[in-house]
């Protein structure tokens, strides 16, 4: 069977249907490969603390262990979290993962009629590489959103529509990524825009509320925008543009529109203050970046042969780029070990010793975070998690070229006692603190044990303090931290800080009294008497809305 025939064959009901067994088959055993030689995702801790929170009876909507309390799985995306609680996260990942390929070739071949099948088999590549970034709610809203731009192509633009909402609920970048496909259709095709208007309306719903969830449950973020991928994101866009451009066989305009909607949308993230997408506005170019360039590919070339000779070499370039990332995951031994608990089975023997729930543990960020997982799991609060963007709550002293005095003002501001520093790989923006432990005499190395040592801070404040200013003489201390309670005690009347994360769903229960927003997004405590108090965080539907509407207000 040569080439062409095998094209061919793939492109009926039949091969079509092996498509999809083969790359859902090729995404189980890359998934099972990396589980045997002990690699996970890059974001699987991440995730695997999510669906632990759930599947202990723990709230989707707040935790107080990451971060000094933030919103948890309602901020990014619950649909996957959900599933996983009855469906292993792994099989909705391959399942989701599997299905990319044809969907996209569907949108492909209906929308575009570009009838080449090879695009889609390396799109099948490209989905079992991609299990090393371990993304698995953002694969599921891919699945979702390209499932629907394949009905949309197939004139089900309300079924679209659904299928499409799904996805947002599961993770807002799945639509995202979408978003120059379905721009390059409505700007450079005219025969489809009554097809994606009845969509845009079967959509509109869908994204409203989750804009509006959005609102009802925002916190500060900054994400990650680095010039240095900025630049690669948009030479990706001029190398699509100029082949788009000289390209022979498939319609120029939408290939070209969908390139400089890319471009535009890259600048625009980086140069607009606090940017939702930052660097995430890459995941384009690392799911499609391939199939798209390859479907443009050098012998479709219009020109002399030594323009489609020179052309196959920015696509080998991108191919390298895209794929190099999620290899880079799979190689470093050095990183592995610190993705087990049995690494962090020493340094969580001697939390359960050093630890006094008056203060809060600090972890200095390993090179793939897995402390996220490993010590909330086990009962201890931690300063940081594993959403760098959520460091902009409170630790975005580590984005700062920081010192020994800012960096120990906030570990009292963090109510943090003893540091844990492992010697591994560490994550870049922690390398500095972990020099400074070992040279300042403001900390005492009280324990090493396996890779770790612990550290303790001399000058630390604890995690419930009188307010600034306030002429109470009163003293109080935190007895306990669950994840959506706080127990404190006080022994008389007065104002006092609490250093978690203040959020307007925060009740307080034990007597009459107040909780508000202090300075620093912190906690205020405004007790009038002596007592046992817990301040919980309570969500309604009535109470998000009301605040959304506030918002909208405002």
Known sequence: MT???AASWLRTRRGLLVLWLTATIAVAVTTVIMQWIGVPGWDDAAHAYKVLLL??????????????GGYGAIKYGFLFYLLAQYIPGAVITIVASGTVPLSYYLYQRDMWHVDDIWPACLLAIGMCLYQAHGQDPFLLALALTMAGLALLARRHPLWAALVVVLGVFANPMGFVVAVPFMAADVIARAEVRRRYALFALGVMPGVAARVALGWAFTEPGAYLNETSQLMVFLSFALVGLALAGV??????????VMFLVYAVICVVSFVMPGSPLGNNIGRFLMVFCLPLLFLLRQSRLSGSYLIRDLAIIPVIVFACLQYGNALAHLYSEEERPQTTRAY???ALRAASQYYDPNYRLHVVALRRHWEALYFPEA?????????????AIHNRVFYTPYDGVSYRAWLRAMGVKYV?????LLDPWSRREARLLEASPAFSLVDETGAWRIYEYRDAQPLLVPMPGSTSSASGKVERVGHETIDVAVDGPG???????WSPYLTLDGG?????RAPGLFIELDLPRAGHYAVRFQVTARDAFALAAAKVGA
């Open 344 to 346: 962090f089975a020493p």
């Open 379 to 391: 009962g201890y609060p931690i300063t940081r998690g594993w959403y760098r963007q959520a460091d």
């Open 3 to 5: 080439v062409a025939d």
């Open 55 to 68: 599947r202990r009876g723990y709230s989707l909507f707040w935790d107080n262990y990451w971060y000094g």
């Open 495 to 501: 104002r006092f800080l609490l250093k978690f994360t």
């Open 247 to 256: 390209n022979a066989t498939v319609e120029r305009r939408p290939f070209v």
């Open 512 to 516: 009459p009294g107040r909780v508000r």
């Open 420 to 424: 844990f520093s492992a010697r591994t």
